[in-house]
């Protein structure tokens, strides 16, 4: 989908979100005990995870090619008194203007080659100790799944997120079941956790 695509699609919705408020419960779970830091939500949407860290003391950037989509998520932050810097770009051109201590993708979808160098890059963009956190749909999604796009080219595997975090300690790369409602069986995601290395601790003086 395009830029306009999403524009669209947010512009229809009227006052309702299109996604839930709440921020994607992996994304809650995962990175509730990080120290605050400097982060960045890739293809963020309506902002419902950026708000979420900004909630927690974060300084948080917020990345979407929807202007609209931005647009409802900086209404809602000024509604909360949330602080939040809402940035139009395509997330796989964005670039950062200093180290991060967190780079969050949540379902980010792209084709494969371009979402590889972006998850590369994502990983150079760490500050020391900063983590690297993605969720999105599995491609085993499509035939054992539910739901997501059904482009398998745009979804994710465990091989295409360690390929993309090489540089990186790998905390966690797999698989993960999310219940659907109404749905007779669950959806796959794919998710990732990596940090770069913080830098060693200086040895004892002789």
Do not use: C
């Amino acid at each position: 989908m395009t830029s306009g695509d999403w524009d669209s699609r947010y512009a229809a919705a009227d006052a309702a979100p299109v996604w839930s408020v709440e921020p994607n419960a992996w994304v809650a779970e995962t990175l509730e005990d990080l120290p605050p830091g400097r982060a960045v939500d890739l293809g963020a949407g309506e902002g419902r995870n950026a708000l979420w860290l900004a909630s927690r003391g974060w300084t948080v950037e917020a990345v979407d090619f929807s202007a609209v989509g931005l647009a409802r998520g900086a209404q809602r932050a000024e509604g909360l008194g949330l602080s939040v810097v809402w940035t139009t770009a395509d997330a796989a051109g964005w670039t950062p203007s200093g180290p991060l201590d967190l780079v969050l993708l949540s379902y980010l979808h792209l084709d494969e080659p371009i979402l590889t160098t972006l998850l590369a890059r994502a990983a150079g963009w760490l500050a020391p100790g900063g983590t690297l956190a993605v969720i999105g749909h599995h491609r085993d999604n499509i035939a054992h799944g539910v739901g997501g796009p059904q482009e398998p080219g745009i979804l994710y595997t465990e091989d295409l997120l360690r390929a993309g975090a090489e540089s990186l300690e790998i905390q966690t790369v797999g698989r993960k079941l999310r219940e659907v409602g109404g749905a007779d069986r669950p959806a796959i995601d794919a998710v990732l956790v990596a940090r770069r290395a913080a830098p060693a601790a200086d040895g004892p003086t002789v």
